[in-house]
C-alpha cells in the first residue's frame, strides 16, 4: 500500500485499439480505471504463472482434459472400492458378524451361569439363616437356663443368709460355745496344733475343692493364695474365735486362667464363657472333706444342707 507522501511514477504503455477497446470494456464492466485494469491483469498472470507468448488452448480441448482427469479420478475411485474398500468392508461385516455371534453366546453363558449362581447363593443364604435361628434359639435357651440359674443362686443365698443369722444368734445366745470347744478339740488341743490341722484343711481339702468347682482341670497347685489364722476377732469378748483369711488370685499360677467365685456361669460346657462355679457344691464338699480329714461326724442340724 503507498504512504500518502510517497511519490508514485507512472510509465506509459503502448497497446492497439482492439486491446484498448477491451479495456475500455472492462473498466466499464467492473467500474475500474484504465491503470487498475493493467495493474490487477498483470498481477493475475504473474501469479498464475501464464505465458502470455504461448497462444491459449481451446475451451473443448481443455474440457476434454477436464473430463479425462475426471474419468482418471472416477477410475481410481472403482479400482480402489473393488481392491481395497470392499475387501474390508466385508472383512469388517465377518468381524461384526463372528461379534455378534460371540457377545450371543456369552450372553447365554453369562445368564446360565448367573442362574446356577443365583441358585447356589440362595441355597448358602437358606443356610445361613437357618444357622443364625438355630444360634439365636440356643441364644434365648441359655438366657433362659441363665435366668432359672440366677433364681436358683438367689434362693441359695437366701438361705445361706438365714443360716448364718441362725449361727449367729445361736452365738449370741451362748449355745455354740459348747459346740466350738468340740469342733477345736477335734482338730487339735493347743492353738498350734488347731493352726496346724486349719493349714492342713485348707491346703488337702479347701483349696483343692476351690480349684475343681471351676470345672476347668485346674488343681490346687494352680491356685494362688495367702492365707492367715486368727484365733481373736475385733470387737468380740468370745475366745473360741479361730478363723482364717483367704486373699485368692483371679487368675492361676500361669496368669493365663481367669477364675472367678463370683460367676453365675456353673459348669458352662457350649458358651463363650466355659466351666463356672458353684458355690453350694464348695460347700457342701468342704464340709464333707472336714469330716474326712477329722473323722468328725456333724449333726444333721449343723450340717450346710440343714
Known amino acids: 500500500m503507498q504512504n500518502k507522501g510517497q511519490k508514485i511514477t507512472y510509465t506509459t504503455v503502448s497497446i492497439d485499439k482492439e486491446t484498448g477497446n477491451l479495456v475500455e470494456k472492462i473498466c466499464k464492466r467492473y467500474s475500474l480505471k484504465k491503470s487498475e485494469v493493467v ?23 481443455e474440457l476434454s482434459k477436464i473430463n479425462k482427469r475426471q474419468d482418471d479420478i472416477i477410475r481410481f475411485i472403482r479400482n480402489y472400492e473393488e481392491k481395497e474398500l470392499n475387501p ?35 441355597t448358602v443364604l437358606q443356610r445361613i439363616s437357618d444357622q443364625i435361628k438355630q444360634h439365636a434359639d440356643v441364644i434365648n435357651n441359655q438366657g433362659k437356663q441363665i435366668g432359672s440359674l440366677q433364681q436358683t443362686q438367689k434362693k441359695d443365698n437366701a438361705k445361706l443368709l438365714k443360716l448364718i443369722s441362725l449361727y449367729a444368734d445361736l452365738a449370741a445366745c451362748g449355745v455354740m460355745d459348747g459346740k466350738r470347744k468340740e469342733n477345736l478339740k477335734a482338730i487339735g488341743n493347743t492353738e498350734q ?10 491346703r488337702e481339702v479347701s483349696i483343692p475343692e ?17 492365707g492367715k489364722i486368727h484365733f481373736n476377732r475385733d470387737r468380740s469378748d468370745n475366745r ?57 461326724n456333724w449333726q444333721l442340724s449343723e450340717t450346710f444342707e440343714y
Open 39 to 61: 495493474k490487477l491483469a498483470f498481477r493475475y498472470i504473474d501469479k498464475a504463472n501464464i505465458n502470455s507468448a504461448e497462444s491459449p488452448e481451446s475451451v473443448k480441448s
Open 193 to 202: 496344733e488347731q493352726a496346724e490341722a486349719m493349714k492342713r484343711y485348707i
Open 210 to 226: 476351690y480349684a475343681k468347682n471351676f470345672n476347668k482341670r485346674l488343681s490346687a497347685e494352680d491356685i494362688k493364695f495367702y
Open 88 to 122: 474390508m468392508i466385508r472383512a469388517t461385516n465377518s468381524i461384526a458378524v463372528r461379534f455378534d455371534s460371540v457377545a450371543k453366546t456369552l450372553e447365554t453363558l453369562i445368564i446360565s451361569l448367573l442362574e446356577k449362581n443365583l441358585n447356589t447363593y440362595n
Open 240 to 296: 473360741l474365735n479361730m478363723h482364717c483369711h483367704l486373699i485368692v488370685s483371679h487368675k492361676d499360677q500361669s496368669n493365663k486362667v481367669k477364675i472367678s467365685p463370683l460367676t453365675n456361669h456353673r459348669n458352662t460346657k457350649k458358651d463363650v464363657i466355659t466351666g463356672g462355679f458353684d458355690r453350694t457344691t464348695l460347700f457342701q464338699e468342704a464340709e464333707k472333706g472336714f469330716d474326712e480329714l477329722f473323722g468328725y
